[in-house]
Every structure is written in C-alpha cells, then in structure tokens.
C-alpha cells in the first residue's frame, strides 16, 4: 500500500485529565473515502479533530503528505490542503451563498471562479439560491453550502463531521452521491458518520472505533460483511 | 402660504436640526454596533474615544490655524480630521493590545470586556481633561452659513426664513459619505465580506484561514474613524466639551439597540430615529401649529411636549419600548 | 483571616496617618464620605458579587436617596398643596393609571393594532397629564420662588427620611429591572446608565420637587450644629479643661457623632448581609450567578432572584445616598457626576473584591481616601517635577492639568486589578 495522504498514529489524548483518544490510527489515500463509525462516545468526533488540530495530542502525530503537521494549528493546516466542515454552525448564516462560498477561498489569490462553477456544477441548487442569505434555506441546502464553503479552499483532503446529522433520508442519499463525486475527483475525504450502514457502503475504508481505539479497519465492503461488526455496530 | 410657511419653521427648526443630529448619533452607533459584532462586547468608552479624536482633530486643527492653512469657506477641522483618525486609531490599537486582547484569548466573558471598557473610559476621560481642560470649546471657522434667513425670505418672500448653517451640511456630507464608504467596504469588498464572517460565525472565520488579530484590528481602525469623525461633526455642530461626549453615549446606545446590535443598517436606521424623536418631542410646535390649524384651534402655550432637558428621556424611552416590544431591535440583532 | 486584619489594618492607619500629618478635622471627614461609600459598595455588591447584574446606575439611586431626604424631613411649604401640590399628585396618579391602562391594552390586544393602540394611549395619555400637571407645577413654584417655590416636604425626623430613601432607590429598581432583566445583561448596564442621567434631569428640572439647581439647603440634621456646642458653656469648659480649640472640638464631635450613626448602620448593613450570604437564599444567588441555565432546571425562578436582589441592593444604595445627603444638609442635583458616584464605586467592589461584603467594604475605605488624596499627592509630586521647569505655558497648563489626574489614575487601577488580580484584595470564599 501507498504513503497514505493523511494518517493520525497512535493518537492518545483528551479534554482535561480523562483521555478519550488512546492510540487509535486512522488514515486517509489520496482520492479515497475513510469513514469513521463507532458507539456514541467512542471518540470519532474527537479523532478528527484532534487530525485537524482543533485539539492537541498527549503523544501520537499527524503527518500530511509525508510533512509531520502535529503542531501546527487549525488556520495553519488550512493552506496545507485541509479543510473541516463542523457538524453545527458551519455556515456564515447572515451572508449569501455566493458570500459563503467567497469565504471559504479567503485565502487564496487566483481566481476563484473555476470552483466556484464546479461547487455549483456537483450542487445545482445553490447555484439558483446563490444571492440568498444562506441562513435562509433548508438543512439540506445548508450543508451543501457548507460542504461547498470547505471546497472552496481546494482542498487535497476534506473532513466531515456528521454531515448527515439531522437530514432527511432523501437528502442523506443525495449528499452521498456528492461526497463520491467530490472524491472522483481526487480529494480525499474522511467522515465521521452516526449512519454507519449508508456510509461504509461507499467507504473505500472503515474505522470502527471503541473508547479511543481501533476495533476494525477493513474496506467498507469487508466491514459490511464481517459478522461481528454487524452485530455489534450495524444492527444486525 | 400658511402652509409654506409651517413647512420652512418645520424644516428649519426640526428636519435640518435633527437630520444633522440623527447623522452624527449614526455614526457614533455604527461604532458601538460593531465593536458589539465583532469584539463582543458593548463598548462603554465609545463616547471618549470620541472626545478623543475631537481633542486631537482640535489640536491638529490649531495647529494648522498657526501655520496659516485653511480650507477656504470649509471648516479646518476637516483638513484635520485624518490627522485625529490617525490619533485615535493608534490609541484604540494600544488600548486593544493593552487590555481587550488578554480577555479575548481567555475568552473572558463579554462582561468582564464591558468592565474593562470602564476602565478605558476613566483613562480616556481623565487623559482629555488633562490635555485640553473641561471647558467648552469652539472650533468651527470658515462661512457659518450656507443660506441666512434673511436671505431666504428675500429670496422667497415667504414670511419665516430658512437657515442652513454650514455645519449641518457638512454634517450630512461627510456623514453620507462615511457610511457610502463603509457600507461598500462591508458588502464589496473581500476585507469587508472577512469581518462579517467573522462577526457571523468566528469559529467558522477561523476554519477558512480568516486571521482573527487581523479583523480585530481593522475593527479597532474603523471603530476609530467612524467615532473621530462622529465627535468632530459634533462638535463643529455644536461644540466641544469633554462631558458631553460622555453624556452622547446613552443616544448612541439606544441607537444601536433600537436599531438592534450588531446590525449596522440598524445603527443607522436607530440614529436618525432617536434624533427625530429627541427634536420633535422636545420642540415647541405652537408657531407650526399657529399657521396650519384654523385659529380657534391654535394652541395657548408652546405645544412642547417635553423640555428640552428631558432630551436623554426620549432616548431612554424608546430604548426601554424597544427591550420590552422587541429586544433584538427593528434590524434584528444579534442575540437577545 | 491574616490578611483581612492586615489589610483593615493597613486602611485604619491610612486614615490615622492623615489625621495626625493633616488633621484630624480632616481625616474624620474623609472617614465619614468612606463610610458611606462602602456602604454603596456593599449594595452594589450584592448586585454584581451575589448575583452578576451589572448596575451603571448608582449615581440615579443614590439621588432618589437625597430625595427622600428632602421630600421626608423639610418642613411643608405652607399653602403649596392648595396652590397645585394636589393637581400634582392627581397628575402623578394620572401617569400610573395611564401606564397600567397601556399594559391592560397590549396584553390584550394582537396584531398590528396593538402597536396603535399603545402609542395612541401613551400619547393622549402625555397631553392630559402635561394639562393637569402644568398648573399644578406653575402655582407650587410661584411661592417665594427665591425661598422655596416647591412642595416642600413632611416634616418628619431626618433618620426617618434614610429609609424613605432605600424605598425610592427600591420602587425605580423594580421599574427598571422588570424591564431589562432577563435579556442580556448588558442591556441592564445601558438600562441602569438611562434611568441614572434621567432620575437626575427630572432632579435638575423639576422645581416644584428639588428645586432643581437653586439647591435644598439647610436640611434637618440628626446631631448637634457646631455653632450651638459653641455657644454652650458646658461644653466649651469642658473641652478647654482637655486643652482642645472649642471651634476644632466643636467640628470634630459632630463629625464623631456622624461617624456613630453610620457606622451603626453599616454594622448593621454588614450583618444583615453576611447572613444573607450565608443562608440557603445566599447560596441560590450564588449558584444562579455561576450556571443560570442548571439554577433554571433545577426549578430555580431565576428571573424572580434576580429582580429582587437588585431591588434591595439599590435599596441599600438609596439609603447610603440618603445619608450623603444628611451629611452634606443640602441636596444639590447639579453635583452627581457618573464618573464620581456611579463608576467610582465600581472600582471600590472590584478593588474590593467582588462577592465579598469585607472585600466592596475595604475597597469603599481604600478608594475614597485615594480618590481625596490622589490629588494633593499629584500636586505635590507634580509641583517638584515641574520646579526644573521654566514657568510658562506647559508649566501652568500641567498645574492645571493635576485635577484630572485622579480619574486617570482610577481607570489605571481598575484595569491592573481586572487584569492582575480580578478577584481583588479580599477574594470571595
């Protein structure tokens, strides 16, 4: 197997005194789809982020295309090629679509109007709202902006955290087709997702996590098929 | 003829006054509203930090007097006027480095900046009247007015006249033309689009590479010019006085909270509000009265519904109708 | 526990050290305002320390404190209800009964025609007032205007008026509080700076009550007048046996007499909310002030605490600005300066300490002998620094300049306190 493009090791730390990461690894190639599913309070959220350094780590590091990244901070990581889509308030709600997006590409200098034509071209409904304050559409829409604000930085692996939460099935389906769409493309994308079953069907790779560590990683297929995580993550 | 008449008394003592008046409280409450956006917290310095651009537009205004400069039939003070801007903003920068940054990196709560506000407000109060004395002080030169009364009734031959003082018209220009510009600035321009990220959504700002110390910054550089320039219209307006300034703070609050925070369209909105609301409330309408009603209607008294040293009454009472109708104002401000 | 002795030792022998190196006279005079501030202090403590509203307006309740002052112990203006003090009242009752029917309408009311119906109220309701009220005013303050020309008051002990004051401070904090607690809390400061600059213009303006910038004077006082101890042979023998100026001796047992009856009362204030503090209420407020969203779960009326620890503090506020006035025996509205009576006190409770009774009372004593003293220590260093100037013009506009210097040096400490050591000399326990 190839240098992955993003790969946290051994990644051990927490808020205060507890630990919630104790040496899980996770990594991401390039083009790939990594999904990281696991029970509630398992540490998924908390390992992304801890990759985007929005949380330091006791001991482990994070290592972007062979650059060791551990200490650098979320804005720094930004113009290396990261981007982040929280799970909440990941849009700017008072400003338009077309503002939202601009945002996302603050920091660059060239010209921005090939991605912006293709967030609209995988999104098209942003692109008939674009002078609509994005506070103003529905939750679906809102989290194509958002996605749509994180691509704008022409990222080379872009991180979603529970972009699904809160969605209907309907859109969950659409959305998905985008972040295999998004990942045709060359970006690599790592999410985390509560709807395991829809998620792992298009992961190229899956992470079971438990209390901070690795239970499984296997292909999303292999993970569907592995009894055991069937039984214990899928519901059957 | 009537008619016309009331209309000119109507113009010349309530609509130029309080347009005036309501351009000078807007930008005093543009600042108030995005120091509240962007930093957070509702600034209780404002109405020293503009004292302190006046005092220094004032020195550079002498200064400049000295040397034998004017700016024709304008007033100096609008040469002067970069000079303050520059002064204050380097001063509001200190301030920032001093104080407000140690409580924005803790994350201190709002409160405890709005404290330290307080105790900015000692300091710049205290560094004013040291430097340039309690007392008041004139310094509007050059013509006084545009158009005189008498000019205007031979003119027109209407019986009342109709006074534009210069100042006032200087008022509404540079008053139109800050917000002109800071208006464009906020909607046009990638800075100006940055800062209302950042005011919308600061974790997100962050997330898309936009520099926190950078927008506080310019903020602080904004906040600087639209106060100096707030005071220094003021002023010529009226004149300078360190106390009154003071006193500005509580139109200006209520500006920007009926306007709602955070929302400068609001401040704007507020300002001119609570302006036409202070002069007409506190004007005497029995002579407007006098010539539109027939006159066994006309009134005995003055028709004032308010003395005049009631004027931060009618700021206060608009605030209060506004906390208990509609607390997050007419523009819907930021959070309750 | 060694600190506070230390510290309250510290303050004692400030004052001590004034009186010996001053005078005593002098010294005893700085004690009696500190003693007032710290009662201030402590009010406002209580609304910050306990409970985190954030009150901007102590100059406005201290005022209502005077207030009460003149409209309780001067003697009543002979004729003024006749000549339109009734009229007065009648319109003041007026007002509530307009502002009560403004509510009835919006309650019940929906739609857009509630916002007409308020206005329409508020506006008929301000004409009829202004018509009934202005007679009243013009016939009260037609007698002896250059005496009297106001209602006067009613004739009552001076102590009496002390609580009348707190009762005033309290009704204004209840009106204002009803309306600006529960939103966000700097709304209560902005709130609390309005109705301060107002209470104080209805105090400038309104003749017929202050009598407005022309002063009260020579209000009633709880303990002798010097120039009586002076003539009473009794006393003079009896200072002259112990080697005292009887005119020195007669001003500094009124001063002492003064000091009695406050600190009683602020022993008494103390006490009272030492065991506040203590109680289980104590411990709500605390509690609501560290997390109001778990007080509110746990079934806490947070709105409801809240309006009531703010009413009694502005309460105690009133009753220390009842006593400044006593002490001063005149009211005179032109002198509330929010810088001096609002801000300074803010920097008494967080120098203080906020949450800590001993803490707002030290900071009361330690502020107010600075804020009196700061001024002739500028002058002087100032005079030695400038002594290698020339005179001229920086010289004299410097000289000047040495008044202002105690705001700036007030400011300064508020901040290093803030920043350095935000819990203050006495941190809360």
């Not at chain 2, 209302?196 to 936009?210: H, K, P, Q, T, Y």
């Not at chain 3, 120039?227 to 001003?251: C, E, I, K, M, Y």
């Amino acid at each position: 197997m190839s240098e992955p493009l993003l790969i946290g090791q051994s990644m051990v730390g927490g808020y205060g005194a507890a630990n919630i990461l104790n040496g899980c690894t996770i990594s991401v190639q390039r083009g790939e789809i990594a999904v990281i599913v696991g029970p509630n309070g398992a540490g998924k959220s908390t390992a992304m982020k801890a990759m985007f350094g929005m949380m330091s780590l006791r001991s482990g590091s994070v290592m972007l295309n062979g650059q060791d990244i551990t200490a650098l901070s979320p804005q720094d990581r930004v113009p290396l090629g990261m981007a982040f889509v929280p799970q909440t308030h990941n849009i700017f709600t008072s400003m338009t679509v077309q503002e939202n997006l601009e945002m996302g590409a603050f920091l660059r200098r060239d010209n921005i109007h090939a991605t912006l034509e293709m967030v609209y071209y995988l999104f098209p409904v942003l692109a008939t709202k674009r002078h609509q304050p994005a506070g103003e559409l529905s939750g679906g829409q809102r989290q194509q902006v958002a996605v749509g604000r994180a691509l704008m930085t022409e990222p080379r692996v872009l991180m979603l955290d529970e972009p699904t939460a809160g969605v209907s099935p309907i859109v969950m389906d659409e959305l998905f087709d985008r972040i295999v769409e998004i990942a045709r493309t060359g970006i690599s994308i790592m999410m985390v997702e509560q709807n395991a079953r829809q998620a792992l069907e298009i992961a190229h790779r899956g992470y079971v996590l438990v209390q901070g560590e690795n239970r499984f990683t296997d292909t999303g297929a292999a993970l569907m098929a592995d009894p055991d995580v069937r039984r214990s993550f899928l519901g059957g | 003829m009537d008619f016309l008449n009331a209309m000119v008394v109507l113009a010349n003592f309530v609509v130029i006054p309080a347009l005036a008046y309501g351009a000078q409280l807007a930008l005093g409450a543009l600042g108030v509203t995005l120091v509240y956006g962007l930093l957070r917290f509702s600034n209780f310095a404002h109405g020293d930090t503009m004292a302190f651009g006046t005092m220094v537009t004032i020195l550079a205004t002498w200064g400049l007097q000295a040397a034998g400069i004017g700016f024709g039939p304008l007033p100096t003070a609008l040469l002067a006027l970069p000079v303050g801007i520059a002064g204050t903003a380097l001063f509001a920068l200190a301030t920032d480095r001093a104080v407000y940054r140690f409580y924005r990196k803790n994350r201190a709560a709002p409160i405890i900046m709005t404290m330290a506000s307080l105790g900015v407000m000692f300091v710049m109060n205290g560094v004013v009247r040291f430097v340039i004395g309690v007392d008041d002080i004139s310094f509007a030169d050059g013509e006084r007015f545009l158009v005189t009364a008498r000019d205007f009734r031979d003119a027109t031959g209407l019986d009342e006249g109709l006074a534009i003082r210069m100042t006032q018209i200087i008022t509404l220009v540079v008053a139109g033309v800050a917000m002109a510009l800071l208006f464009w600035f906020l909607n046009r321009t990638r800075t100006g689009k940055s800062m209302r990220a950042f005011a919308d959504n600061e974790d997100l700002a962050r997330l898309s590479g936009i520099n926190p110390e950078r927008v506080v910054r310019l903020t602080w550089i904004i906040v600087a010019a639209l106060a100096t320039t707030a005071g220094v219209l003021y002023g010529l307006d009226k004149s300078f006085k360190a106390f009154t300034y003071f006193q500005l703070l509580l139109p200006i609050f209520a500006a920007a909270v009926v306007g709602g925070l955070g929302s400068p369209l609001g401040a704007v909105a507020g300002g001119f509000l609570i302006a036409f609301s202070e002069v007409g409330i506190t004007y005497a309408w029995k002579k407007v009265a006098t010539y539109v009603l027939p006159e066994a209607l006309a009134p005995d008294g003055l028709a004032q519904l308010l003395s005049t040293d009631y004027k931060f009454a009618v700021s206060f009472a608009l605030l209060v109708l506004v906390l208990l109708v509609r607390p997050t104002g007419l523009f819907r401000g930021k959070s309750v | 526990m060694m600190r506070n002795v230390l510290l309250f030792a510290l303050v004692a022998a400030l004052f001590i050290l004034t009186g010996a190196l001053q005078s005593w006279n002098s010294a005893l005079g700085i004690l009696n305002m500190a003693v007032i501030s710290a009662i201030m202090a402590i009010g406002l403590n209580m609304q910050w320390g306990y409970a985190g509203l954030f009150n901007v307006g102590v100059m406005g309740f201290a005022a209502l404190g005077g207030l009460g002052v003149v409209l309780t112990s001067t003697s009543p203006v002979q004729g003024a209800m006749a000549a339109g003090g009734w009229r007065i009242l009648g319109a003041l009752i007026f007002a509530v009964a307009v502002i009560v029917l403004a509510r009835i309408l919006w309650l019940r009311t929906t739609g857009k025609i509630r916002y007409w119906l308020l206005a329409a109220c508020l506006i008929v309701g301000a004409i009829i007032f202004r018509i009934i009220f202005d007679a009243g005013v013009e016939g009260v303050e037609s007698i002896r205007p250059t005496l009297e020309g106001n209602i006067g008051g009613l004739g009552l002990p001076v102590l009496l008026a002390w609580p009348v004051g707190a009762i005033l401070a309290a009704g204004a904090a209840w009106a204002i509080g009803k309306t600006a607690l529960g939103l966000r809390s700097d709304y209560l400061a902005i709130a609390t700076l309005g109705i301060a600059e107002i209470i104080l213009s209805v105090m400038r303006n309104e003749e017929w009550m202050s009598r407005g910038v022309k002063n009260v004077i020579g209000l009633p006082r709880p303990v002798p007048y010097e120039v009586n101890l002076q003539q009473d042979p009794d006393f003079v023998a009896w200072v002259v046996r112990h080697g005292f100026d009887p005119v020195t001796a007669s001003s500094i047992v009124v001063k002492l007499c003064y000091l009695g009856l406050f600190g009683l009362v602020l022993a008494g204030i103390m006490l009272l909310a030492e065991l506040a503090l203590r109680s289980p209420w104590g411990r709500m407020m605390r509690a609501i002030r560290d997390n109001e969203i778990a007080a509110s779960a746990m079934g806490k009326d947070v709105k409801a605490r809240h309006l009531q620890i703010f009413i009694i503090g502005s309460a105690v506020i009133g009753l220390a600005g009842a006593m400044m006035t006593t002490l001063d025996a005149q009211l005179t509205p032109s002198s509330y300066q929010p810088l001096r009576y609002t801000f300074l006190i803010w920097v008494m409770v967080i120098v203080g300490g906020s949450g800590n009774n001993w803490g707002a009372m030290l900071g009361g004593f330690i502020i107010w002998w600075l804020w009196v003293m700061v001024e002739p220590i500028g002058t002087a260093a100032l005079s030695t620094l400038t002594d290698a100037l020339s005179d001229g013009w920086l010289k004299a506009h410097l000289q000047d300049g040495v008044a202002h210097i105690r705001l700036l040096t007030m400011g300064v400490i508020l901040l290093l306190v803030l920043r350095f050591n935000p819990r203050g000399l006495l941190p809360e326990r």
